[in-house]
């Protein structure tokens, strides 16, 4: 492991009287501070918001086993989303403007959160109420919705509707979700799962992509989130397609990067969002040949 050390010069003077003719004199101590480690380190604590100050860096204080203990400070996660959580974080370590002050700890990444509150999810169009930690990130479309942890991208858990189940009948493992509904699960490479059961004319699926490497946060979130599932009351139906099998209109884009099927482009219209619909492909040629 890599170290770097820092030296504070600390200034000493004395004043003296000598032949009624007052002379001062000072000279300079060197104090050589710890070495920090120059790798990303991780560590577990309770995410304190403190003052801003010119003297130093460090928009919170990371509180551990009772001792403040690096000041924090990132560009890449919204730090104040987890103040007075314990929270375990990614980052490089440095010293502070004046390194008097405790080190500063840059976040790359937000690990997990360790005492997270539950957050609810309506999935009307879908028919259901799911829970995830509150961390997490989701987007949400007409027949599916998309969940992933926060500070990672693409689609970790998928809720969709199908017309066709993902397997033939009578394969899959039988559970049950929501405390009442009887389901299929289909066990993958990877740790990967779908889990899923029929609702009318369609197949409700929820499958599962776990991090690599795998997370053991992320498995419980998934396991938390098929307990947590309420049926709503209304019936879901689904979207309607048209002659060549693409639903109108259909979402794409996103945070998940939902592509469009083939013969059919994304026309986005949220530019911020980069969020769009799928459109024919042949539309383009009409609007030249206009």
Known sequence: ????????????????????????????????????PTDVQVFTGTLLRVELSLLRRGTHVLHIDGVDTYFVESAQVPLSRYENKTVVLEGMLSYNVDPSFLPVLDVQSLVRVLDEDMRQWPLRSLGVTISLPDSWEGVLLHDRAFFHPAATSGAVITVALQRDPPVEAGQGIPMVIGGSKRALRIDMQDGAQIVFFAHRDASLVFQFSPLQPQDDSVSAAWMALLRSVQFHTADVTLPSTGSDGAPPGTPCGGSAGILCPEGYFCEIYDLQENVGTCSPLSSLFEDVSQ
């Open 1 to 36: 492991m890599l170290y770097g050390s820092v030296r504070i010069r600390t200034a000493q003077c004395v004043l003296a009287v000598f032949a009624l003719l007052p002379l001062a004199g000072c000279w300079f101590d060197e104090e050589e501070l710890p070495p920090l």
